[in-house]
């Protein structure tokens, strides 16, 4: 469904005379319908501008991005509108992303409006979305700021899924919350996934849920992508070293074994240095 092929995306330097800075090096990666592929590293490992790219949020310089068959990388406004029933995002901050000054009813009839959606078929459909997303009935006519971040982030996924997409690429949408309301929205992401049949591209720097939520999970270092795989393999069996580097600074609740991972992720760093020869 969607195909990303040697994309390059540059951004012009600030120096007089400085060359660009290029943030992604002719990455390639594919989501096919009805799974969730994670896409994980560090910050500044280029996960975020690739999920830019594909959404028309960051240049493309090079290369190609292809959706359900169409060239997008570098397709119009009026394209990417068209493109809005099929391709939906989700964003890190829950508290940013919704207009405090809507409530939550015209939130999620917003996107139906423009789309041609009568009114009271939208109001039908808003009450299905909350249903699903497992808010009250209510909300329709309370504002963001009245819920907490995960409640928020439901209203974020609702909206997203307002148009019945493809695709979602789901930019650390759980960072900003606490474990256990992470959890929740995992949950919730994965039973959406199940009874529609949607597709993610799940950006993340938290290899522990990446593992939980995808079926393949790709690795991005310094604006390349260094490992793509099965999600269980990458994720506990990875081969490339800095894959095995996420994996060995993951905290994890036993400190015995947290201090065994400490102790072979500085040998690890140690041993790549010496063969780096510094």
């Keep these: 469904m969607l195909e990303v092929q040697d994309l390059v995306v540059e951004y012009p330097a600030k ?18 319908p009805g799974e969730t592929v994670g896409l994980v590293g560090e910050s500044g ?8 790219a594909i959404l028309g949020l960051a240049p493309v310089t090079g290369g190609s991005i292809r959706f359900g068959g169409r060239e997008i990388g570098h397709a119009s406004r009026r394209e990417r509108r068209g493109l809005a029933r099929e391709l939906q995002v989700v964003f890190q901050d829950p508290y940013t992303s919704l207009n405090p000054s809507m409530t939550v009813g015209d939130i999620l009839t917003e996107p139906l409006s423009i789309t041609g959606v009568k009114r009271h078929a939208a109001q039908a459909q808003v009450r299905e979305l909350l249903d699903k997303v497992r808010l009250p009935k209510d909300a329709v006519d309370r504002y963001a700021r009245e819920f907490s ?8 996924i609702a909206r997203a899924l307002a148009l019945r997409p493809k695709l979602v690429v789901c930019d650390e949408p759980v960072s900003a919350l606490d474990l256990s309301t992470q959890a929740t929205v995992l949950d919730l992401l994965i ?18 849920v990446v593992r939980y939520i995808s079926h393949r999970v790709a690795v991005m270092y310094r604006g390349e992508l260094v490992e793509d795989g099965d999600g269980d393999v990458v994720t506990s069996n990875p081969e490339h070293p800095y894959t095995q580097r996420l ?3 993951a905290p994890i609740p036993d400190p015995r074994r947290q201090k065994v991972n400490r102790a072979n992720r500085h040998r690890l760093l140690a041993e790549q240095a010496e063969q780096a020869g510094l």
């Design 15 to 32: 120096g007089f005379r400085s060359p660009p800075f290029r943030a992604l090096h002719g990455v390639s990666i594919n989501v096919r």
């Design 45 to 52: 490992s280029g996960k975020t501008t690739l999920g830019r």
């Design 149 to 156: 971040g995960g409640q928020r982030q439901r209203v974020a």
């Design 191 to 208: 039973e959406l996934q199940e009874s529609l049949g949607v597709a993610y591209l799940f950006v993340s720097h938290d290899l522990g």
């Design 247 to 249: 994996l060995l600074a």
